[in-house]
Each structure stands twice: as C-alpha cells, then as structure tokens.
C-alpha cells in the first residue's frame, strides 16, 4: 500500500503529482482515476503516471486516496470506489464536502480535509488542513510530505474554521487578481500601456508580501511608514478609505465564508 491513488486529474491534482514527481516518486507509485480520456492522455503523456478510466481492485494499492473532483461528483464516485479503498488515509481537496459526510460514504474515519489554493500550480500555495480524531500524527505528516511540493500548510482544530481559510486564501487570489485588474486600468488611464501596468502591479504586489513575510512586522506598520502625510500614498489611502474599500473587502471575505458554509449544507 505504498502507492497514492487521485480521484480525478484536474489542475489541484496534476500540482500535487507534480510536485511529488520532483520530489523522487515514481511515476508507476502515482494512480488517477479519471474518465475524461483526454485528460488521461495528458496525464499519461505529461506526468507518466497511471491512469483509470474506471475504478477497480487495483485501487487497493493506495495508502492514501487523494479525492480531487468536483463536490457534486463525489457521491457517485465515493459509491463506486469505496469497496477498493476502505484501507486507505482518505485526503480531500474538495471543496465544501465535510469530513464526516466523507468518513460516512466511505466508510473510514479516517479523513483529512484540506483548502489549498491556485498558487500550489507553481509551488507557492497554502493549504489549510482539519483532520478527523481518528488520523494519527504519522498520517498527518503524511499529509504535510504530499503537499510540501505545492507551498505550506496550516492546520486548524476546528473543521468550521476551514470556511474561513476558504474564504481567506483559497478565494483569496482571485482578489489580489482583481486589485492587479484595477492597477493596470488605472496605469492605462494615465498613458501607460496595459503591459507596463501588469509588470508595476505584479512586481509591486510580489515584493510588498516578500517585505512583509520578511519583516514580521503588522502590515499596518508598513504601511504607515510608506504614508508620509500630504504625500502622494496619503492622497492615495485616503481615497480608498473615502470608499470604504476596506470594509468591503472585510465584507467580500466573510461573503465567501458564509459561500462556503452553504456549500457544506448543499453537499452534506
């Protein structure tokens, strides 16, 4: 049982193989169930794993079971699997389904649950990760190897909490992809071009979270010190505060949340 079985071969799991084909395993370690046959061409030809049109026996070989498909997938494909993987540390990356509706279609208590996010395509994510009592430290860890090549992890106690993590990081790109969208309108309206916009705000964005990561410092902090009064990052706060911008990003998070609980109730 040393091989790891994915359920489903989207871009969240091709990063996860990815990632472990970097760090030393075996193609041949690596199975992917996924009917579309074109992704398992790609899978195939990209990645040299092994790949299932269908579930079967040989599913049996996993110690963990990595179930990376769309929620409203997984009832079908839980019935279907089940038999074959009862013995396996069943890890989620699915969106919405909660632990215990996944412990009870499969029969096994043993389940993790993670929130990653889109940056683990190139190494840079963050995962939140819940595990249900019955996963010892081991398989923790466990858990922590598989995902070390997409970025880093923190666990959280409370399952409930992972709606917040949801909210925050796995949601969380698509805004600093939306503040970049209205950086570049911005640089556009004032005569440059849409590429030299891209590059300030990106680089802009990259550099002030390596600071800020570096420093350790609150980013409140940093951000005073870059405001001197009457200068033109005061001219520039002060309109976003005008606008409330950030109480409507505090809004816009905890609308996620509450998505993402709607999300449990739906699947459950």
Known sequence: MNSIAFIGGGNM??????????SGRAPGDILVLEPNAEQRSRLQRDLGVITLEAPGSVLQRAGVVVWAIKPQNFKEASAACAAHIAAALQFSVMAGIRSGDIARALGSERVVRSMPNTPALIGQGI???FARPAVGADERLQVERLLAPTG???????????????????????YVFYFVEAMMKAAQDMGLSAEQGRELALATFAGASALALQSGEPPSLLRERVTSKGGTT????TSLERSDVHGAIVSAVKAAQRRARELGDEFG
């Not at 799991?13 to 970097?22: D, N, P, V, W």
């Not at 992890?153 to 698509?174: F, I, K, Y």
């Not at 005061?234 to 706060?237: E, N, R, V």
């Open 13 to 22: 799991a091709s990063a996860i193989i990815g990632g472990l084909l970097k």
């Open 234 to 237: 005061y001219a520039g706060i």
């Open 127 to 129: 995962a939140g990760l």
């Open 152 to 174: 880093r992890t923190l666990w959280v106690e409370r399952e409930e909490d992972l709606d917040a993590v949801t909210a925050l990081s796995g949601s969380g790109p698509a």
